[in-house]
């Protein structure tokens, strides 16, 4: 089965720094996805970054980008210039095959002025 | 954009209620799910559906039902609410062509039982 760890339950970083959430997983399969979603306050949850398994370049949406490394399982979430708007929840995730996630426990993220 | 809505967003009542926590979307998606998550914590997945009358239990015991009579409407219900169900409830969709599974969240439920 697979596991997903999150190790970070919380961090505090100062505005506009750049700041790295870890993530590792536990898998025996050679074709997984990596999500990272966020959780504002008011509860929704927020689709940010995708890496498929098999993706040679690490993938990035605006400010976000993920540090995937394959061999020691791990895809780690970057925020690059933080803003006071980041302040959340971050989870990790992951599927195979697109069947259903599986979400680590979470880090909260506070942003500092 | 996703289009998946929950309601109630906010509900308390008392024990052995009976409730039913509404989720619908306009995506068309086949794929559905029911995630329980207490505050601050991991999402569990409770419930999911491939597809009309298609529906299975998640990986973390519930004592909730569901139903898929309909591709948008995928319905939470509990028989008898107690205190030990008290969490938030999220509701997701996702696509089968095109995506790479990334769920689609609606808002949430939060529940509370006295």
Redesign the interface.
Known sequence: AQKITQTQPGMFVQEKEAVTLDCTYDTSDQSYGLFWYKQPSSGEMIFLIYQGSYDEQNATEGRYSLNFQKARKSANLVISASQLGDSAMYFCAMNFGNEKLTFGTGTRLTIIP | EADIYQTPRYLVIGTGKKITLECSQTMGHDKM?W?QQDP????H?IH?SYGVNSTEK??LSSESTVSRIRTEHFPLTLESARPSHTS?Y?C?S?D?WG??????????S?LTVL
Request: charged share 20%; no cysteine.
């Open positions: 799910y995630y601050g914590m991991e999402l997945l999911y998640g990986d938030q999220l997701a996702s089968v995506s790479h599974g990334e769920l689609f969240f609606g808002e949430g939060r």
